[in-house]
């Protein structure tokens, strides 16, 4: 009895496991593996929300996306000042500065008896002015016989104007001579004695032609000076015009001649050469001066050599003007600094004395503080 009761028990036991084995193969049957995440395409996922608001799908299972630095923000370049708003300043600057000159012959011309003391008081006032003894007899000469003689005490003012302006000479061309002939550039050589402003003026000067929409190649052949040839290359920076330099100590002319190279073949409008400007030994700067304009002529002539003075060194001013004459065909005068001086007679005297105009003035520290000279907002300015 015992052992069919065993035999019972170990009968169902067995069926059990059967029953379970069978159903645990039925339910692993149905059951399907999960894919494996495809590793090289990846799986695009959106959802309807993502897709409306615009955002781009996300390819799942790809390898990352390699991401590009942003590249860094080129550096503003300035936009210089028009000349239309230039010459606005060079009268403001003028009439404060050399206002007292025309206010002074107005008083003394003004007076009702006009005798020797008071012509002699006329001409100590322009000469004291810088005007130069020769421009001061015949400015003199002229208010003498059109007050004396044609009467015309009631318009001083008038009178004196037309004199100034005759002084100074409207009819000297004072255009800048900057475009070259037959699809070359113009090139400017700018000389002039260290200190007086010279390498500035030369990056007004190229932020003059910028305004204009002309395309400018700088060339920093004063190698002398490492100061000169940093200071141009952020004048240029600032206008994002090139500037091509050498080590200190290369040969200005090889250094002039690439800057017209680099003209000559990225078809700029304008080449303008800064040079060295040591006055101790003149035959010195004549040889290298006359080397730095044979060698660049070998590409493109030279359209304009402007002579850069201070305006307030007076005397010794017209003294460096005429070394450089002798040097170099001077073509213009920048006069910087004017509106630091009183002694504004020193455009008459430094035109007299080269027969070059005037064609740019200095009126302060500022980037855009260099104007076209304009002869007559030169004379109103002095009678204010």
């Known amino acids: 009895m015992d052992a069919v009761l065993l035999l019972i028990i170990a009968i169902a036991v067995v069926a059990l496991g059967l029953i379970a084995a069978v159903v645990g193969l039925v339910v692993t049957g149905r059951r399907k593996p999960a894919p494996l995440p495809d590793t090289h395409t990846g799986v695009i996922v959106q959802t309807p929300e993502e897709a409306a608001a615009g955002m781009p799908p996300v390819e799942v299972?790809?390898?990352?996306?390699?991401?590009?630095?942003?590249?860094?923000?080129?550096p503003g370049v300035e936009k210089p000042e028009g000349t239309a708003s230039r010459l606005v300043r060079l009268r403001q600057r003028l009439a404060g500065s050399q206002g007292g000159l025309g206010r002074g012959l107005l008083a003394l011309l003004s007076r009702d008896r006009l005798d020797e003391d008071t012509w002699e008081s006329i001409e100590d006032t322009l000469l004291t002015a810088d005007v130069g003894v020769a421009p001061t007899q015949e400015l003199v000469e002229r208010l003498r016989t059109r007050l004396r003689v044609e009467g015309a005490?009631?318009?001083?003012?008038?009178?004196?104007r037309e004199e100034l302006l005759t002084l100074v000479d409207p009819t000297m061309d004072r255009s800048l001579h900057v475009s070259g002939l037959d699809g070359m550039p113009g090139v400017v050589l700018v000389v002039g004695v260290n200190g007086s402003g010279k390498t500035t003026t030369v990056g007004k000067i190229s932020r003059i032609l910028v305004a204009d929409d002309r395309k400018v190649v700088l060339g920093a052949a004063d190698t002398f000076r490492a100061a000169a040839v940093e200071q141009l290359a952020t004048w240029g920076e600032r206008v994002g015009v090139d500037v091509v330099r050498g080590p200190e100590?290369?040969?200005?002319?090889?250094?002039?001649?690439?800057?017209?190279?680099?003209?000559?073949?990225t078809d700029a409008d304008t080449v303008i050469v800064d040079t060295a400007g040591r006055l101790q030994n003149k035959a010195g700067l004549m040889d290298e001066l006359g080397k730095v304009k044979r060698v660049i002529e070998k590409q493109a002539p030279v359209t304009e050599v402007l002579l850069v003075l201070d305006a307030t060194t007076?005397?010794?001013?017209l003294i460096q003007a005429r070394v450089f004459s002798e040097v170099v065909n001077v073509t213009g005068i920048v006069l910087t600094k004017l509106d630091g001086s009183a002694k504004g007679g020193i455009v008459v005297q430094v035109q007299r004395e080269l027969g070059v105009p005037v064609k740019l003035v200095g009126l302060g520290e500022g980037a855009d503080d260099l104007a076209p000279f304009d002869a007559g907002a030169f004379v109103d300015a002095l009678l204010g």
Do not use: C, M, W, Y
């Not at 100590?249 to 073949?265: H, I, L, N």
């Open 61 to 74: 299972g790809a390898p990352p996306a390699t991401i590009e630095p942003e590249a860094p923000a080129a």
């Open 153 to 160: 005490h009631d318009d001083v003012r008038a009178v004196l």
């Open 249 to 265: 100590g290369t040969d200005p002319a090889s250094v002039a001649f690439e800057a017209v190279k680099e003209g000559v073949d």
């Open 314 to 317: 007076g005397q010794n001013g």
